[in-house]
């Protein structure tokens, strides 16, 4: 019987080994896990952390025994694996066991990076994990923090925000880009962001680095606040501290010398790596951006899913093929809606929609008769037509929505003419 390896069982490793068994596969599957706990969805652990789900809400396929049953594995939790010889075919753990295996996934998903400049805090919290997630909320049930500094100004530092702002904590939002959402958002849909949250009493602190941060303790040793130290001489002190500043991939597992490692593992589009027997999905892998056309990580839930996918059906022997993603990111907070659809760098002309009754804006660049990307202030009905439709020019089909989708479009609010802009159609 083969035998294959799944290391990692968030978002990724579940699928591959749904797609295992969907296709009818009986292979012997070791999940190897670093915890004792089912995956869960690191999108839902701000929820968890506010309050607004209860702990089990993070873990959307049920308990581990639940899916052991459903999909026949077997489960080594609260392992590490330390090293996958990929000439060999083994896996070694943390526990010191070397199992053989004959194809195996790479599922290891991201860490939260911490600067070297943040790295002997102790009361610093961070956003990526159940147990991060875990560890902020029982600190906000046993204290109530009036000022919090978050250093990391993308969609889950503005979440962490959204949660202690709501809470009555007077928060600042730090970050060296210039902007919040630097990585997805035009400067002006920045700007207009920013004036809402500062109206909203929310400080920011852009375009400047955090040079170091000390703490101040009590005679007991407990963390009671944080002076935060800004690279122009600026301080701010505060109660709390958490850093999102951003993640790497996790890929020490496997030897570079063995498996082409850039940023993250590299894949073609059926999930396999450049050694033979290993795939990758997920965060912890770079694999085509139709866009650019060069491998890229895209950490979203959606792709890590349809990764393992691919990765699972071939690791079945049922062929299948993922040709890419697009850079995308939703996220709903303190009342708004931000989406960025394709790479915010690209330049181009540019076409703004805004309704003020309808209280939305939209604004897209068009380059060489194409809409190239999208940026969605509070309409997200239209985002799903305007996804697939920048992902299908991308496949070189005609810039042209169906009646339907027009339809749809218009329904949402958005001006014809706008329509015909993205359509790159031409008057007289
Ligand atoms: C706070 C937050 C908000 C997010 N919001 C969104 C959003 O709004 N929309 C969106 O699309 N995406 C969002 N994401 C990203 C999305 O959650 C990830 O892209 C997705 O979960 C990646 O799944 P994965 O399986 O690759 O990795 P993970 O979910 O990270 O799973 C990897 C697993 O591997 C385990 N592991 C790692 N190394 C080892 C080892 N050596 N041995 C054994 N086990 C190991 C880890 O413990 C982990 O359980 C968010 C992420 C975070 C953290």
Redesign the pocket.
């Known amino acids: 019987m083969e035998r294959f390896a799944i290391?990692?069982?968030?978002?990724?490793?579940?699928h591959a080994l749904e797609a295992i068994r969907q296709a009818g596969c009986g292979a012997a599957v070791d999940v190897?896990?670093?915890?004792n706990?089912p995956?869960?969805?690191?999108?839902l652990?701000?929820y968890y952390t506010a309050g607004r789900l209860p702990y089990e809400g993070m873990f959307p396929f049920g308990t581990l025994k639940q899916i052991a049953a459903r999909l026949q594995a077997r489960f080594i939790t609260d392992?590490?694996?330390?090293k996958v010889d990929a000439a060999a075919r083994t896996v070694t753990?943390?526990d010191g066991n070397c199992r053989p295996y004959d194809k195996i996934l790479v599922?290891?998903?991201?860490?939260?990076f911490v600067p070297g400049s943040f790295a002997g805090l102790k009361g610093t919290f961070c956003?990526?994990?159940v147990d991060d997630a875990v560890k902020l909320h029982d600190a906000l049930a046993a204290r109530e923090y009036r000022s919090a500094v978050i250093v990391g100004a993308s969609?889950?530092g503005i979440?962490?925000a959204e949660l202690l702002y709501n809470r009555g904590c007077h928060v600042t939002l730090a970050d060296m880009a210039p902007h919040i959402f630097a990585l997805a958002a035009y400067p002006e849909v920045s700007e207009m962001i920013e004036e809402r949250l500062r109206e909203m009493g929310i400080d920011m602190v852009f375009g400047q680095a955090i040079a170091g941060a000390e703490e101040h303790t009590d005679g007991a040793g407990n963390v009671t606040g944080c002076t935060v130290h800004i690279a122009d001489g600026r301080v701010i002190e505060t109660e709390l501290l958490v850093l999102?500043v951003g993640?790497r991939a996790?890929t020490?597992?496997l030897d570079p010398a063995q498996v082409q490692i850039e940023r993250g593992i590299v894949v073609n589009t059926r999930m396999e790596t450049s050694a033979p027997g290993v795939y990758a999905?997920?965060?912890?892998?770079q694999a085509n951006n139709l866009q650019s056309g060069q491998t890229q990580i895209i950490?979203?839930?959606?792709?890590?899913?349809v990764?393992?996918r691919v990765a699972g059906r071939n690791m079945a022997g049922v062929g299948d093929e993922a040709d890419g993603n697009i850079l995308?990111?939703?996220?709903h907070f303190l009342n708004m809606d931000f989406i960025g659809l394709g790479d915010n760098r690209l330049t181009g002309q540019v076409y703004v929609d805004q309704s003020p009754d309808k209280g939305f804006y939209l604004q897209t660049v068009v380059r060489d008769g194409k809409p190239v990307g999208f940026n969605i202030l509070d309409n997200y009905g239209v985002s799903g037509i305007l996804k697939a439709h920048l992902i299908k020019v991308l496949r070189g089909q005609p810039n042209r929505f169906s009646p339907e989708q027009r339809g749809q479009l218009i329904r949402y609010g958005l001006d014809e003419r706008f329509i015909d802009h993205l359509e790159a159609r031409t008057y007289d």
């Open positions: 290391i990692g069982f968030g978002c990724a490793g579940y190897y896990s670093e915890t706990l995956p869960y969805n690191p999108m652990t701000t392992t590490r694996v330390v753990a943390d599922a290891t998903g991201a860490t939260a956003m990526r994990t969609m889950v979440k962490v999102n993640t996790a020490g597992v999905a997920g965060d912890c892998c950490g979203l839930w959606a792709n890590a899913g990764q393992g995308h990111n939703i996220t």
